[in-house]
């Protein structure tokens, strides 16, 4: 479940819009991929001390294929929220199993406008314009502009190594059949890339997804759908 001056782009109606107001929040999902079942998905967004946020998920693998491998992902964006919008600090990404390993770390400098990558041992600093985000916030930065009334969002997202700029389109509500039951959910769809990813969004729901798809850098479509709130 993603340029003007800021870098950061939503087409909004012309009526008034209000920033969102982060909440703490937890959820868990089904995850399968290519339609057999992984596991469960735990995501977890609180509120630090400092006044900054943290949004994490894990997703172990308990059923077939990923339960013999001992799969373990966990993904850890911290971040301040202004205006509406996530600002990151921190983005952390690890991945476990039997055959294979990886982790990812970048901390992002708003003051030099750069971000530090590392991934395993490979290391990269590359130019964040204002308003980047890390690919688990990202997930908050539409769910804000869905209920900003936006149409499209344009964000620049780090990954490994640069800044990829990600479009997205706001493009219909249709009701949805999830574990957690049914939804009136808010379509968004990649479209620089598309088929890459789609994102429901519930208004009853919060900030995250009610559903996420997305097709991963090997070709297996790896679908979350709410379980439990």
């Known amino acids: 479940m993603r ?12 009526a008034a819009v209000h920033a969102v107001e982060l909440k703490p929040a937890s959820a868990i999902y089904a995850v399968t991929r290519n ?15 400092d006044g900054t ?13 990923a339960r013999l491998l001992g799969i373990d992902v966990r993904e850890e964006s911290t971040f301040r929220w202004n205006g509406g919008k996530p600002q990151t600090l921190v983005y952390d990404y690890r991945q476990s199993s039997m055959i294979k390993s990886r982790t990812r770390h970048i901390d992002f400098d708003a003051t030099a406008q750069q971000a530090h990558s590392q991934e395993n041992k490979d290391r990269f600093t590359y130019a964040t314009p204002p308003g980047t985000t890390d690919r688990g916030t990202l997930q908050l930065l539409l769910a804000a502009a869905v209920a ?3 149409h499209e969002v344009s964000a620049p997202v780090a990954i490994r190594d640069r800044v990829e700029q990600q479009h997205y389109a706001v493009t219909r509500d249709e009701t949805i059949q999830v574990p957690a039951g049914s939804f009136n959910a808010t379509r968004v769809e990649r479209t620089d890339n598309p088929g890459k990813a789609v994102n429901w969004y519930a208004p009853n729901a919060g900030v995250l997804p009610i559903k996420v798809q997305q097709v991963s850098g090997d070709g297996s479509t790896v679908v979350l759908e709410l379980k439990q709130k």
């Open 53 to 65: 946020w943290t949004l994490t998920s894990e997703t172990k693998g308990t059923s077939g294929k």
């Open 148 to 150: 900003d009334g936006a």
């Open 3 to 14: 340029t003007l001056a800021l870098a950061l782009l939503v087409a909004l109606p012309t």
């Open 35 to 49: 339609g057999s079942a992984i596991g469960d998905s735990n995501f977890n967004l609180k509120r630090n001390p």
